[in-house]
């Protein structure tokens, strides 16, 4: 057995919930198991899920003192940022309700604290919020009186209309604290290009138990497409998405409001039900597929072809990328919608450019801002000896 197939079966195992005893790691192991098991755990972000598998075996697992305790450390340092973004989402909530903001939960944060039977076991990347695109001016005040600022790469606007084309197309508003714990603020649920539309997301919104008078999150349907489409848009190069859906479907599969999935999916058909059957086939979850209809085969070989889905079970190492383009030419709304689309980012205004770079726009520097709004990676550092010009 190969370390990436044992943290397969382990993953599988939690996802469906299994009261089972959870896999055991074979009694003779080389050093290249052991030396692939951490690395895996510590890219892949999957260090305590695996470790809380570990400890149920009542023989305890087949590892060296330092795999052990290398595992034992990545879990406490997720658990340790785990704590810290709580305190933070905590601090951003008082500045909100004082602002009069509304905002709900979504993703990493949303999962944890829904979908798992203990916080700790799905460490978090940052708070992911969906916002109301009105909110524009009271989102910046209460994100500021906590601490966060915007990237000082992000151009000046004149008006907050303008701020809101720039985030819908442009990638989500980031903001960032001294600690580094970076805040999301998403005005639309799924990478449409407009805000919600006739905010359907927050119709279906819940409360969430256990964290103060206040709290909501997107419904577990709503986190379930947004589950798979991180995972398709990553190219299946991101397991803990998948992780995520495969508890909602195993946990919550009969309360899920089916019809609701079906309408809200539709305009990124076929993308959310090729990926929602593709997780339900690999950790064994029976009846998903009959919720809904099979895309075609034409239709289905082009998906995976795009996306490279068989990267998913090679626990592939690489940084995953997000592939606006492909998503956008392929699997999003009308001729027109993709041409609209399309012309926005090809032709961004020079003094955003300008901005970004920190010196004077020109066409090169046009045509590469264009390509890291494509892949959403317009965080990447900036060339060295160059400034950016902080408005």
Known sequence: MRADEFILLTLAHFARGDEGPPPVIPARVDADFERDLVRYCEWHDLAPLVLASLQKLALGPHLSEFGLQHLKT?????????DM??????????GFRREGVSFLLADDL??????????????????????????WRGIIEACGGAGFARSPRDPAFSSAGEALYYYQHFGPLTMKNAAGIRVRLR?????????????TAWGHRSDLAGRGAGLERISLEDLLIRSCMQ???SRFERILPAVDAGRILTQHGNQLDWEYIESKSRPIYPAFYITCQKIARWLNIPGVSARFFEPGRVRTKLFEVLWRTRRFKRLSRRRPHRHRLRFYVFENGGLRDRLDFLATLVTPRPDWVATFYG???????RAMYTYLA????????????RKVVHR
């Open 359 to 365: 010196r004077p726009c020109k066409p090169w520097l």
């Open 374 to 385: 494509f892949k959403e990676d317009l965080e990447r550092p900036v060339p060295r000896g």
């Open 74 to 82: 990545l879990a406490r340092m997720a658990s340790n940022r785990g």
């Open 231 to 233: 995972l398709a848009m």
């Open 187 to 199: 005005f639309r649920l799924y990478d449409l290009g407009e805000p919600e539309a006739g905010e």
């Open 110 to 135: 949303a999962a944890a604290l829904t979908v798992y039977p203990v916080p700790d076991l799905r460490p978090l990347d940052g708070i992911d919020l969906l916002v109301r695109d009105w909110d």
């Open 85 to 94: 973004l709580l305190g933070a989402l905590d601090e951003l909530a008082v």
